[in-house]
């Protein structure tokens, strides 16, 4: 079959949404991807499209692949169910592998669903070792109410004016998990800025008028489920339920919105998931990140 490739733009952002669908939908029946991921990922801060992205079209003109790597460490890749087994997941592997380098790094790491046996596979033929596993967890909206706050904890919708804030929060939980702290700008093009952010469902815990917790939502439509995109709470007001009180808010709000679950992705690196256990939700599926040195 003959195939073209070229740099993706943003107006492919859409037609590489519905790759990631459509493999999702073919693995697992059912589609939780955000609509509004790829073109929150080709605005990031450090990823240029022309340079970092690459897409691949069939003759008749659909969109049979696509990657994009950031910084020259971070790779996604999709493939349509219906132009597996052609070589374009290698091919694909290939390009990351030579812009990587290209790119000053020494090393690449993408997230593989792990229903995707095929790029399992192709990873591991390749020396790529497995650097994280991320869990996708479920909770139904029917949970009983949870207990009291501690006394002087207030929660409330997300506020942007505590924009700067929040992403301080945020970005201060998770430095213990990641590698490189996200600007303001990158945070935000990620979570507040995008179409899909849903502020009132979003919930900010104070303690006084200090910020003390966030769980920011974002919309995941037709699917009948409400999406958590981050959660964190300070680190010295942790073990005081504020965890637990926000997305139990923040659930209830995606009940008034008529959804009956509420889904959130979790790291290993966080050690979180044996709270969300305890709070009721359980594993749908996972991913792998595979890394490999270039
Ligand atoms: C994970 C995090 C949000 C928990 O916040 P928290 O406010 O301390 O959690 P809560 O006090 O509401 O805890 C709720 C329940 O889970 C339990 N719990 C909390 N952390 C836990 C953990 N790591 N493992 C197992 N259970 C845990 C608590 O004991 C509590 O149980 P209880 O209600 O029966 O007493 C917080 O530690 C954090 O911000 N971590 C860094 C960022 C992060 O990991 N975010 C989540 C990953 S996506």
Known sequence: MELSSRPATPDDAGAMYQVI????????????AIPDQVAADLRRPGLNPERDTLVVHAENGDLAGW??????????????????????????????????HEAGSDWVAQTVDDADKAGTDLLRSRGYEVLATNWLLVRSI???????????IRLG????????????????AFSAFQSRRKSFEEW????????????????????GDELVGAVLALDLPDSGEGYV????VRADQRNKGIARAMLDQTCAEF??????????WTHSGTGALAMYEHLGMHVRRSTTVYRASV
Do not use: N
């Open 21 to 32: 669908a459509a493999g999702e939908q073919d693995w697992h029946g059912q589609v939780d």
């Open 67 to 100: 990657v994009w790597l950031h910084l020259g460490k971070r790779a996604q890749v999709a493939v349509h169910p219906s132009y597996r087994g052609l070589g374009i997941g290698t091919m694909l592997l290939d390009w990351i592998e030579a812009r990587s």
């Open 142 to 152: 029917d949970v009983p109410a949870a207990r009291e706050l501690s006394a002087g």
């Open 229 to 232: 995109e981050q959660l964190a």
């Open 255 to 264: 009940a008034r919105l008529g959804r009956d679950s509420c889904i959130l």
């Open 157 to 172: 919708a997300y506020d942007p004016a505590r924009a700067h804030e929040v992403h301080e929060l945020v970005e201060d």
């Open 188 to 207: 935000g093009q990620l979570t507040v800025e995008r179409p899909s952010f849903l502020p009132e469902v979003s919930t900010l815990a104070y303690a």
